[in-house]
């Protein structure tokens, strides 16, 4: 039997929509357009692409949107310097700088000159720290669609085995947390764990964030587990093309999966649906 599809693309769609009604009531009741300012330093093109439809997205939601496109060559002192301007911003509701930064950059360091109540991407180290706790956070984009995509499909979580592969601070830390704080058993696995297929075949719930290209395989689940594949790897196919895979071996688990998310349209539509939605929470919270 198949796995279901979990349409990611869809439900990015109504998230956004649903964003757009309430940028919409709250510019109509109180002349408020919430701000979404996007940092770029250098020319990485797939950054490029992201930052793109980043702002894309913001303009068709109805915010406003900023992008500040800085020389790769650009000092520690003078992208402070910006961040402190965009913190003080009143327009500015939401700022993210794009990651990876070139390497003379200090990222944590940059990262944490973000004003909390403005790091829509919750990556400054007091929204890490609220989540861990279980306080009210900004909680990081691409966890917090995936979250939203199992909620949509379980309803409870609440006891359910999850694995999580991958320990990064953008998706495998801040997943496991949220899948705690839904009452998930959670286990994270990463590159030195012994035996993977062995864990992940105790998961109800699998989410692979390793970033290796179809490592997962049909025959590492439990049958019917749900499978969410945050992996967006691009590969070199016979004819010569680039094609996107994730982290998952597509075939193979959606014969095993109860259900799976595809790549694309799966994961990667919630990211930038779940920014606007981080924006507008923002936006509501500065204006009480
Ligand atoms: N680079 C890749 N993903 C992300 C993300 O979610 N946020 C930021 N700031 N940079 C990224």
């Given at each position: 039997?198949?796995?279901a599809?979990?349409?990611?693309k869809?439900f990015?769609a ?7 009604d ?5 510019k ?9 300012a ?8 797939a950054?490029?692409?992201?930052v ?29 310097a910006?961040?402190a301007r965009?913190?003080a911003d ?8 794009q990651?990876p ?11 944490n000159?973000?004003?909390?109540a ?6 400054h ?8 706790t ?8 691409t ?11 379980h309803?409870?979580l609440?006891?359910?085995?999850a ?17 705690l704080?839904d ?12 035996d993977?297929?062995?864990?992940v075949r105790?998961?109800?719930i ?6 290796r290209?179809?490592m ?6 439990k049958?019917g587990?749900t499978?969410?594949?945050?992996g967006?790897?691009r590969t070199?196919?016979?004819?010569g093309?680039?094609?996107?895979v ?7 688990c ?21 920014l ?13």
């Amino acid at each position: 039997m198949g796995a279901a599809v979990i349409d990611g693309k869809a439900f990015a769609a109504k998230v956004r929509g649903r964003v757009a009604d309430h940028v919409a009531r709250l510019k109509a009741e109180t002349g408020i357009t919430p701000g979404l300012a996007v940092v770029l330093v250098g020319e990485d093109p797939a950054s490029e692409v992201y930052v793109r439809n980043k702002g894309k997205q913001t303009l068709e939601a109805g915010m406003a949107s900023f992008e500040h496109k800085l020389d790769a060559t650009t000092s520690e002192a003078d992208l402070l310097a910006l961040i402190a301007r965009l913190n003080a911003d009143p327009a500015v509701h939401g700022i993210l700088v794009q990651l990876p930064l070139p390497g003379h950059l200090d990222s944590d360091l940059v990262i944490n000159a973000i004003d909390p109540a403005k790091d829509v991407d919750g990556f400054h180290i007091s929204n890490v720290g609220l989540l861990g706790t279980g306080q009210k956070a900004m909680v990081p984009c691409t966890p917090l669609g995936c979250l939203m995509l199992l909620r949509d499909l379980h309803g409870s979580l609440s006891g359910m085995e999850a694995v999580v592969i991958g320990r990064s601070n953008i998706v495998g830390k801040p997943m496991a947390q949220l899948l705690l704080g839904d009452s998930c058993t959670v286990t994270i696995a990463h590159s030195r764990t012994r035996d993977l297929p062995a864990v992940v075949r105790r998961a109800d719930i699998v989410i692979a964030a390793v970033g290796r290209p179809e490592m997962v395989k049909g025959d590492w689940l439990k049958p019917g587990a749900t499978v969410i594949d945050v992996g967006i790897n691009r590969t070199r196919v016979e004819s010569g093309k680039d094609r996107l895979v994730g982290d998952c071996d597509y075939a193979s688990c959606a014969e095993v999966a109860g259900a799976i998310t595809p790549v694309p349209g799966g994961v990667g539509p919630m990211t930038i649906a779940c920014l606007l939605a981080n924006t507008l929470t923002a936006c509501c919270r500065a204006n009480g």
